[in-house]
């Protein structure tokens, strides 16, 4: 039987086994919850090729799929930079530990909770969205933290982003539903193969990333860079998948 639970007006930093509220800070009360539960495991959805969705890491769109729709989300961070500027110009004119560098610094760290709330609220819905809608998801294994010491300008971008986060999140979000995260190997060329008629192209300069579509010399196909790249790691995806599965079935 469930009892009504009312909250303290204060809490204590440190809880013993019997508190069931832990506080963060004095503005934030965090319930944890254990419970067991049967569960049964869910049966295997086998993905089909009308039911994979591929998805490219993109640094301007966060993603871009193989059907060609772009995520675009807010850039919560570059939103609020202005207040945490404000916010910062304060702290460095006030004497640490008075009231009011306690009370700004409160602030701050506030703000910058509220973006990280922001980003992930928005991760896990379009990481739900995907794992209801789609039976596989095929992704890149890019290596994210390399990236970002690599694209020195660029490397705030893809942190605030939180791509690595959206990847964990649709993982177990398709599992729960019996459902398959295909991850390719990150150095599977890509941008630069065509989709239509397999033709790899030599390697790419700086400027060509910089470009949004090309032509195979091969076929005369058009394609966007990212679009093209996405159905790629879509087809290099379900052909792993299918590799693994007949391998297993011999064993």
Sequence with gaps: MLRPFSFPKECPARGSSGDPVPQKHRCSYYAYVLYES???PPEPVLPALERTLGLKYSLRHFYVDDQGNRADPPRWLKQSQEKL???QRRLNRMQPGS???EEAVLKYRLLHEHIANQRRDFLHKESRRIANAWDAV????DDLGAMTDTLIQAGSAVKEAGFGM????LCYKLARQGKAFIQV?????TTRSCSACGLTRDALHARDYRRSGWVCPECGAVHDREVNAA?????RGLEQFFDLQGQDRSA
């Design 231 to 235: 159905k790629n790691i879509k087809a």
């Design 99 to 101: 009231k009011n560098y």
């Design 38 to 40: 049967l569960v049964q």
């Design 138 to 141: 095929c992704v890149r294994g």
């Design 166 to 169: 959206f990847r964990e999140m």
């Design 185 to 189: 190997d990150r150095y599977l060329p």
């Design 85 to 87: 500027v404000h916010l």
